[in-house]
């Protein structure tokens, strides 16, 4: 890897600030100031991704140390990662930099309170204390925070099954008690699950994203598990304990502490393969099922008639009093969005006698042209604008936020991601686009992430950082790439934009 110094860094940037402003005499340019005041930019991360710590002060494992430490991720684990346990005050001064409005990371649940519930660690909650203070004090940056980035602790797991067990929701709103009462008089921002579609596919359909529950035929090297039944039943106490963590900050914080509450959806930008009805139609069932599978039943009470139908009775039916309280148990939509798929219909897969999600769904998807796990994302930034807009349209234009947005890269690669900046300058412009042009509720955007980290997939070969971190030094040294300074002059006001042509697919 070619680390480049400060000065020909800036040397590009200038360079790279010239390109854009020789156009931005055209109308469609754009800048910062073009942004409704009060628009938050910020950057994240997890707390398992960037933490370390792991077995530090009183910390207990996570269903994520565990399916690390059994051989995922090729090996790599989150024990050490960035280290921003100990690093939190350098790196909010990384942030301050680049002059982030937010910061959105994630509280790991068994640093809090290690047996899953009861005690507090005050170590713990000293140390989410003082990341607080630090970046509203010090830094003026909201803290976004997420209560579980696919880290719940191991020995809920081990005691009932996690997420698949109703304990699980009595145990969630404890813990999220224990956040709105600690934290609440300085965060205002909370987000109850991170990616509950993703986690329920990856953790109990295919077995790749912890706690790597599976059955065979779905899943790689599945041990224990059921692929058909059971996303669909960690979905629904998901649901169910989100929303009895919102409706608790409802009635008991939100009057005193005037925050929100919302969820994370991973999405897909979604396009007919063809033109026709059938395809067309299994672009609406792919949206039923990734997005409406969580959102359909927080703003209407139930899941989508598509989704009944197809699952039938291995998708549990919500009770009277259940639809009740999931009914409005949202206050913003958090959309993590990468990458468009384009959709063709596969109703036949429905005569299969085994299903799982992916069959229940009968569809065949198809990644947009030069997008592949192990590469660049292509830079589709109408995928983003699709899912904004559908969301608007869909389910009654509720405030979104969105939590991750960004492109990756090989870790090894250079500093000068040039890549990440037009992924990145596009993607915004599709956000501003939603928002000015077609009226999308749109409060923030989220680059993914502030600095490479440990990756699900990929462990640490692959980057999504504004700073790149040098694993290999003990003291992981953390180094702005050209993306961390762009994002910078874009906050400051300083750069405008030339306008990218979102593509006619919209
Ligand atoms: C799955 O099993 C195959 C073959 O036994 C092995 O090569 C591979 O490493 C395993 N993958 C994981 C993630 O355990
Ligand atoms: C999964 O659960 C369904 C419904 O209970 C059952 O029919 C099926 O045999 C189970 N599959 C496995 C692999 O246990
Ligand atoms: C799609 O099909 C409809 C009806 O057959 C036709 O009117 C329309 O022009 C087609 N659109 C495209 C993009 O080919
Ligand atoms: C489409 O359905 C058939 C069964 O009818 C199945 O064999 C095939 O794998 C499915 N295609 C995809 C991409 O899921
Ligand atoms: C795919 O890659 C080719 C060659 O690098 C490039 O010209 C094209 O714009 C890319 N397409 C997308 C959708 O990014
Ligand atoms: C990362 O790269 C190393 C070295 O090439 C390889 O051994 C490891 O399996 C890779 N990890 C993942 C998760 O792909």
């Known amino acids: 890897m070619k680390l480049l110094n400060n000065n020909s ?3 590009l940037l200038l360079l790279l600030i010239l390109a854009f402003t020789e156009v931005s005499s055209l109308e469609e340019g754009y800048s910062r100031d073009d942004f409704p005041p009060g628009f938050v930019f910020g950057s994240g991360t997890s707390a398992y ?3 370390g710590a792991a077995e530090e002060d009183g910390r207990t494992r996570s269903i994520w140390d565990v399916f690390a430490h059994t051989g995922h991720s090729g090996g790599a684990t989150g024990d050490v990662a960035c280290d921003q346990y100990h690093k939190y005050k350098e790196d909010v001064k990384l942030m301050v930099d680049i002059g982030l409005d937010a910061y959105r990371f994630s509280i790991s649940w068994s640093r809090l309170l290690p047996s899953g519930r009861g005690p507090v660690n005050p170590k713990g909650l000293q140390y989410y204390n003082n990341l607080i203070d630090e970046l509203i004090t010090h830094a003026g940056i909201q803290p976004h925070v997420t209560l579980h980035h696919f880290d719940l602790p191991q020995v809920l797991e081990d005691e009932y099954g996690g997420w698949l067990s109703r304990e699980s929701v009595r145990d969630f709103t404890a813990y999220a008690d224990t956040c709105f009462k600690e934290f609440g008089d300085r965060v205002l921002h909370w987000t ?16 790749v994203t912890p706690p790597g529950r599976c059955s065979l035929p779905f899943g790689l090297n599945c041990t224990e598990g059921n692929s058909s039944t059971e996303p669909y039943i960690a979905v629904h106490n998901m649901l169910l304990a989100h929303a009895s963590a919102t409706n608790l900050y409802k009635k008991q914080y939100q009057h005193k502490q005037h925050g929100s509450v919302g969820l994370s959806i991973y999405t897909y930008g979604a396009a007919p393969l063809r033109n026709s009805t059938e395809d067309k139609q299994a672009t609406a069932r792919l949206n ?19 989704m009944k139908t197809n699952v039938g009775s291995r998708l549990p039916a919500f009770t009277e009093d259940e639809s009740e309280q999931v009914k409005g148990a949202i206050d913003f939509v958090g959309v993590i969005n990468y990458m468009a798929l384009y959709v063709k219909d596969n109703s036949s897969s429905l005569k299969q006698s085994l299903h799982d999600f992916n069959i229940d769904m009968a569809v065949e998807l198809t990644l947009v042209e030069n997008t592949s796990f192990n590469n ?4 589709t930034p109408w995928s983003l604008q699709q899912v904004l807009l559908y969301i608007k349209e869909n389910y009654g234009n509720p405030p979104i936020y969105i939590a991750e947005n960004g492109q990756m890269t090989p870790q090894s690669s250079s500093l000068e991601d040039t890549s990440r900046i037009q992924y990145l300058s596009s993607h915004i412009e599709a956000v501003l686009h939603s928002l000015s042009r077609k009226g999308a509720n749109v409060r923030g955007y989220f680059q993914w992430s502030l600095m490479d980290l440990y990756e699900v997939f990929g462990g640490y070969n692959m980057s999504y950082g504004l700073y790149y971190v040098d694993f290999k030094d003990p ?9 961390a300074h762009w994002y910078s002059s874009f906050l400051g006001g300083t750069l405008h934009h030339r306008s990218h042509a979102l593509s006619s697919a919209i």
Not at 376 to 379: D, P
Not at 475 to 483: E, G, M
């Open 9 to 11: 860094l800036i040397v």
């Open 49 to 51: 991704q960037v933490e």
């Open 192 to 207: 109850t699950l991170n990616e509950l579609n993703v986690f329920a596919l990856g953790g109990y359909d295919q077995g």
């Open 288 to 306: 039923d099922f990734f997005i409406g599978w969580v959102l359909h039943p927080l703003v209407f009470g139930d899941y989508p008639e598509t």
């Open 376 to 379: 660049e994302y292509a830079n």
């Open 475 to 483: 003291y992981l040294k953390r180094y702005p790439k050209l993306s």
